[in-house]
């Protein structure tokens, strides 16, 4: 754990927030107050009181001057580097604290300004951080790796941080020296002016367009609406247009800010990997966690050559919607007509029976979460939307949802149990030093539930309906989850490398990508119209998190092959595939994430984990169209 990641606190826990923006809640509440407790986050876990919480604030500052005074002392003995570390580590844990019991409260009362101030001035201390510290990394390097091995083999309390202090020779390279490293770290806040603007642009200066439906009724056309409208089926394809073009054509008038802000973007990764000697934005991006490039390189090589099961999907949609014309804005409306509700407890309870599979002790880990102040469940005035689960480290995952009772969110509810549950083993068994599992690894334990959720479902019921809902639900999931996120990264790899060529980047260029690289995934199933190419002018992830959708489809990939394991084989081959499963869920960041994956039995350097995916696709789609074909019986 270093300094590095005290700056990415508000950057994961701001960008996770963003993962299920398409789900809008139906069960709200007129006020906070009235939803009972048990359905709301207990805060009083991380501090009983706003006074705990500032002396913890005011520690942190004081920690911060007890590491300065430690400069120019790493080298000269064990019990010196042992004092920083001790020092970063408890500045560290309680940063995490800080930050987060200010964080969700904010998320449940985002009209709260207190609470907005407060993270200001939580934002001000960590901004803080880089000038004074960036003495740290330089001087660390300037000891010997034989005395640093040295010292960790004869101080048992040094080798808890192994991990940590062997790797920075790996990439020594990169490290800047402290005038260079503060030089840097003061343009640090600038480079991220680009992505302020695009949400800015995208959120609070954002105008949306009202259009007359076929009914007669008049909507202002926000992402919510849009979303709603294009899923109902009592919509009409022609309501599906209209709304289409209404939202798309807002951010078609910005097309050329856009194209400003996303160039400003990549020249910044372009320039801060430069100054640190990588030879690309994707050397930058993927050494940290030492993931070879190949696998990047690959999983767009593989999934591009085999996206023929996609394209069968969508004729099969095209058939049974009976629409002469399919367009990518009839993708979301149901085959069927299904609109059972979930209600909270029994999805609960569904959950918890379907990971019965990784054991009892894990289903009663996660019966805990359930039940103790972890999960804040419904939708409330002020409240955030989305889902998300964060950690906070010697306290527990806290999980936010806006649960609605459909069947995407009892998939949702299952995701973010996952989430929850690999932070709550990852903490259990690993000290802080190495608990934070890297973002590599973060969506396998998310998506093996969502698998383990289709497979109870699909045994419990017998309404054709459900199921045919259910294979539509997981078919959607790998869609957007590993297809989706794998175009994305295509289209941020070609992009990045324009720029590291010198080449220019505007509008057209952009549109003109995004476009090759759809038909290239997408074929000529679904029909195009004059906004179908600027998808890339509203996609959070390519403004906020450059390189970091592969993870997606990577993560997608090693589930796949995980999942494959346990369920299938003998019992002894199923029961040691769980044990290196349960293994990777505690193992946090204790090793680079390629090789907990190995361990586990996932070997990403291959195509073999890429192809489980899209074969166990094609299956499903099979499996649907025989499905849809009994209930013309």
């Not at 270093?2 to 299920?20: D, E, I, R, S, Y």
């Not at 090793?591 to 192809?611: C, I, N, Y």
């Amino acid at each position: 754990m270093n300094f590095k990641q005290v700056g990415k606190v508000l950057l994961v826990a701001a960008f996770t927030t963003t993962l299920c923006l398409q789900v809008s809640a139906q069960v709200s509440y007129k006020s906070r107050e009235e939803i009972p407790e048990k359905y709301k986050w207990n805060f009083t876990d991380i501090y009983e009181n706003w006074e705990d919480w500032e002396a913890d604030f005011k520690a942190i500052e004081a920690d911060m001057q007890k590491i300065v005074s430690y400069k120019g002392t790493l080298g000269k003995s064990a019990s010196n580097l042992l004092k920083l570390m001790h020092t970063q580590e408890s500045l560290m844990k309680k940063a995490y604290k800080v930050y987060q019991f200010v964080s969700f409260q904010s998320t449940v009362d985002t009209r709260n300004m207190e609470l907005q101030a407060k993270l200001q001035q939580v934002g001000l201390l960590f901004a803080g951080f880089g000038p004074v510290t960036a003495w740290i990394s330089p001087e660390m390097i300037a000891i010997p790796e034989t005395t640093m091995k040295e010292w960790i083999a004869t101080n048992k309390d040094l080798k808890v941080y192994e991990f940590e202090l062997l790797d920075m020779y790996r990439l020594q390279k990169h490290v800047l020296n402290e005038e260079l490293g503060k030089l840097v770290s003061y343009f640090s806040q600038v480079s991220g002016n680009p992505g302020s603007v695009f949400e800015a642009l995208s959120t609070t200066d954002i105008e949306f367009q009202e259009v007359e439906l076929s009914d007669g009724s008049k909507v202002t056309v926000t992402p919510g609406v849009y979303a709603q409208i294009t899923s109902s089926n009592a919509r009409t394809q022609e309501d599906r247009k209209k709304v289409n073009e209404a939202l798309y054509d807002v951010y078609f008038r910005n097309k050329n800010t856009y194209a400003a802000i996303y160039n400003g973007i990549v020249q910044s990764e372009w320039a801060n990997a430069r100054a640190r000697n990588y030879e690309s934005c994707l050397d930058a991006s993927l050494e940290g966690n030492n993931i070879p490039k190949d696998v990047y390189v690959n999983l767009i090589k593989t999934v591009k050559e085999n996206t023929a099961p996609v394209q069968k999907y969508y004729q099969l949609r095209k058939k049974v919607l009976g629409l002469e014309k399919y367009y990518g804005f009839d993708g979301s409306i149901s085959l069927v007509d299904f609109d059972k509700k979930y209600p909270y407890d029994d999805a609960v309870k569904i959950v918890t029976e379907s990971v019965l599979p990784l054991g009892k002790e894990y289903q009663g880990k996660l019966k805990t979460a359930t039940a103790s102040g972890w999960l804040d469940v419904y939708e409330n005035p002020g409240k955030r939307s989305g889902a998300f689960s964060a950690g906070v480290y010697g306290v527990h995952p806290y999980m936010l949802l806006n649960y609605d009772e459909t069947l995407e969110y009892v998939f949702t509810l299952a995701h973010e149990l996952g989430h929850t549950m690999h932070t709550t083993l990852a903490n259990e068994t690993q000290p802080f030093t190495t608990s934070n599992y890297t973002i590599f690894v973060a969506e396998v334990a998310s998506t093996f539930n969502e698998r383990l959720l289709l497979d109870y479902m699909m045994n419990t019921t017998k309404d054709p309906n459900e199921r045919i809902a259910l294979l539509t639900q997981s078919i959607e999931g790998i869609i957007g989850t590993f297809f989706a996120q794998t175009m994305f990264a295509d289209y941020e790899y070609q992009v990045h490398t324009m720029v590291e060529k010198g080449m220019p980047i505007n509008a057209e260029i952009l549109t003109d990508t995004w476009g090759t690289i759809a038909n290239q995934y997408y074929g000529d199933v679904t029909e195009k119209t004059q906004y179908s190419n600027y998808p890339w002018t509203r996609i959070p992830h390519f403004y906020n998190s450059p390189y970091y959708v592969y993870q997606y489809a990577t993560c997608f990939a090693s589930s796949a092959k995980l999942y494959k394991d346990v369920t299938e084989g003998s019992e002894t081959e199923k029961q040691e595939a769980l044990k290196r499963y349960i293994t990777l869920l505690q193992s946090g960041g204790n090793d680079f994430p390629m090789e907990q994956l190995k361990k586990a039995g996932v070997d990403l350097s291959k195509p073999e984990a890429m192809l489980a995916v899209i074969n166990q696709l094609d299956k499903l789609v099979d499996e649907l169209a025989i499905e849809i074909e009994k209930l013309k019986k």
